[in-house]
T-cell receptor, first 116, second 113 residues
């Protein structure tokens, strides 16, 4: 079974802090993703990565950055946390088959982040 | 514009009362349609992938079907443990980010004993 592990289930930070969310997958997947999930807005893609050191912006990248130094690990960074970044953050990974990917994404259990 | 719409938003069933959830999509070309189940406070759990119209997949009390415009998730004789939010997502052909999924907002299912 695919295992995607997020470092914290719950996190409380203060406005202006730099926040790091970590995600590790154990299936040697090429693709990794960061989403946030808010009531009424559904899942929104922040950033994704298709290879080590490669990244692409998703739909809502403002205020976030990412790092992928190793294949199994993908980090989300809130450069200067603000209250509107309070949310559930979900990491996912998927297998890349050839030049295209229509394989399912597998999710971690999420980090509930509160910015005070 | 690529879009995924799920209906109903919420559904309450009695145990054993079969029903269907709908996922309608408008995309330039379908590469895959995915169904997930999400329990409160957890990440989405993958259920099925459908790739072409006419395809069907089954798992226990769940059966997913696909046409050129929509997908149905049929729940036969549901049990209280089937209570969850069911999410639908679509992967479309486009020139660039073919790894991205377009997500619906989900159907919240409650099954009463």
């Amino acid at each position: 079974d695919v295992k995607v592990t997020q470092s914290s289930r719950y996190l409380v930070k203060r406005t202006g802090e730099k926040v790091f969310l970590e995600c590790v997958q154990d299936m040697d997947h090429e693709n990794m993703f960061w989403y946030r999930q808010d009531p009424g807005l559904g899942l929104r893609l922040i950033y994704f990565s298709y290879d080590v050191k490669m990244k692409e912006k998703g739909d809502i990248p403002e205020g976030y950055s990412v790092s992928r130094e190793k294949k199994e690990r993908f980090s989300l960074i809130l450069e200067s946390a603000s209250t509107n970044q309070t949310s559930m953050y979900l990491c996912a990974s998927s297998f890349q088959q050839g030049g295209h990917s229509n394989q399912p994404q597998h999710f971690g259990d999420g980090t509930r982040l509160s910015i005070l | 514009e690529d879009q995924v719409t799920q209906s109903p938003e919420a559904l309450r069933l009695q145990e054993g009362e079969s029903s269907s959830l709908n996922c309608s999509y408008t995309v330039s070309g379908l590469r895959g349609l995915f169904w997930y189940r999400q329990d409160p406070g957890k990440g989405p759990e993958f259920l099925f992938t459908l790739y072409s119209a006419g395809e069907e997949k089954e798992k226990e009390r769940l059966k997913a079907t696909l046409t050129k415009k929509e997908s149905f998730l049929h729940i036969t004789a549901p049990k209280p443990e089937d209570s969850a939010t069911y999410l639908c997502a679509v992967q479309a052909w486009n020139a660039g980010n073919n790894r991205k999924l377009i997500w619906g907002l989900g159907t919240s299912l409650a099954v009463n004993p």
